[in-house]
């Protein structure tokens, strides 16, 4: 568990790094442009909400290897962020050049107890 929490840790210093030198790349699924189409906000918007939000204790999980990038080493992590007065799932793809936002939408379950165990 303490390694979960220092990669956490790590994976939010390296995106807003990469979010404040602009190689952080925005890829959104459906779910998510749905959602940012229903609610009238912009990506940019959000994401900058999303990574100013971003806290150890909001880690669901990760990281975990991206299959579809064997020429480099990328790996996915998860968090469940309090944002927009609810529970939004994130989704990041983090690389040593770069990261990449790929999801955010809201949770689609309410978070278990193991969203809550770095508090």
């Not at 909400?49 to 480099?72: K, M, N």
């Not at 050049?97 to 278990?112: F, N, Q, R, T, Y």
């Amino acid at each position: 568990m303490q390694d979960d929490k220092f990669n956490a840790s790590l994976a939010i210093v390296r995106l807003r790094d990469f979010y404040q030198q602009g190689k952080l790349q925005v890829v959104l699924n459906r779910k998510s442009k749905l959602f940012l189409d229903k609610t009238g906000r912009s990506y940019r918007t959000v994401v900058k909400d999303a990574i100013e939000s971003l806290e150890t204790s909001q880690y669901f999980r990760g990281p975990s290897p991206v299959h579809h990038h064997e020429e480099e080493n990328v790996t996915v992590y998860e968090f469940l962020v309090i944002l927009y007065q609810g529970h939004m799932y994130v989704k990041f793809y983090i690389s040593a050049l770069g990261a990449e936002m790929h999801s955010v939408h809201p949770a689609e379950k309410a978070p278990d107890r193991t969203f809550f165990k770095f508090k």
